[in-house]
């Protein structure tokens, strides 16, 4: 079974335009992390993110972490065509498994 | 690129028939974890290795094994194959611990007919 839900399911924007992605979870976590898959290939690590962090960017990526919500968001900003792709959030549980949403894909058009 | 080498990259098997899956990690890693990626899915934790034991197991059937080699390569065998075990598997490498990233290979795409 899968943790949580990604929303929306999928995005079509303009490039330059931001895209966001939320993504919600069921229990308590270490962390929640974000991965980009391209062409049903294989996953690309993004950003990692704490329980005990609100906030975290790299480079165009900004993440938020609200646990009291159990939710998280993935801000891509002045996106790229090259930004076209899969986008999963995944948590970490007991065990060391990562337990992933189905995602959400993301189209930029350029 | 990861550093993480999964092969072959596409495969296609019969049903009933048995499938091995192999993947070398990343170097100085010592946990390997394998992921069943239907279409249209995330990816699903089948199980994971460490320091060549199983350190953890999804919600699989018995006919998905797998084992750990001392250089950290790793195989996922499954037999009796089914229809439904067509997927992407995706095999990750990560160093153990709560906040390390896990990079992941290319994948093996598996159909069954």
């Known amino acids: 079974s899968q943790q949580g839900e990604e929303d929306p399911q999928a995005l079509s924007i303009q490039e330059g335009e931001n895209a966001t992605m939320n993504c919600s979870y069921k229990t308590s976590i270490n962390n929640l992390q974000w991965y980009r898959q391209n062409s049903g290939r294989g996953l690309v690590h993004l950003i990692l993110i704490r329980s005990n962090e609100r906030e975290k960017h790299s480079g165009r990526l900004r993440v938020t972490l609200d646990t009291s919500k159990k939710s998280s968001s993935l801000l891509i900003t002045a996106s790229r065509a090259a930004d076209t792709a899969s986008y999963f959030c995944a948590t970490l549980e007991y065990g060391n498994k990562l337990v992933f949403g189905a995602g959400t894909i993301l189209r930029v058009k350029s | 690129e990861t550093g993480v080498t999964q092969s072959p990259t596409h495969l296609i098997k019969t049903r009933g028939q048995q499938v091995t899956l192999r993947c070398s990690s990343q170097?100085?890693?010592?946990?390997v974890s394998w992921y069943q990626q239907a279409l249209g899915q995330g990816p699903q934790f089948i199980f994971q290795?460490?320091?060549?034991?199983?350190?953890g197991r999804g919600n699989f059937p018995p006919r998905f094994s797998g084992l750990q080699f001392p250089n950290y390569s790793s195989e996922l065998n499954v037999n009796a194959l089914e229809l439904d075990d067509s997927a992407l598997y995706l095999c990750?490498?990560?160093?153990?611990?709560?906040?390390?990233?896990?990079?992941f290979g290319q994948g093996t795409r598996l159909t069954v007919v």
């Open positions: 290795y460490y320091r060549e034991e199983e350190n």
């Open positions: 990750a490498s990560s160093f153990q611990g709560l906040n390390t990233e896990a990079f």
């Open positions: 170097s100085g890693h010592n946990t």
